[in-house]
């Protein structure tokens, strides 16, 4: 649904009165307590701020990896024969 007090925003900025009041219904609100009472998000809202998700780069530190390939291809020295 689209609320007509979001058309007084023009390119994020808020152009309707300097105290931020609409009237709904013939009754006065505080705009900012309406949009967050109703789930409304207003074009100039501080963007909600990410997150963190926190990880243990250690958690598989303490584990036996036997899925590797442990052949030796030659002598299994570090010089190369090229």
């Known amino acids: 649904m689209e609320h007509k007090f979001l058309n007084l925003f023009v390119d994020g900025v808020w152009t309707g009165k300097p105290d931020r009041s609409i009237r ?3 009754v006065k609100h505080d705009m900012d307590e309406y949009a967050k009472e109703h789930g409304i ?3 100039d809202s501080k963007k ?3 997150k963190k ?4 780069s ?7 990896d036997d899925s ?3 052949k030796v291809d ?3 020295d570090s010089q190369s024969t090229e």
């Open 24 to 26: 709904i219904n013939g």
């Open 41 to 43: 998000k207003l074009p």
């Open 48 to 50: 909600e701020p990410k």
């Open 53 to 56: 998700i926190q990880v243990n």
């Open 58 to 64: 250690y958690a598989d530190l303490d584990k036996q």
């Open 68 to 70: 590797r390939d442990t």
């Open 74 to 76: 030659g002598s299994g």
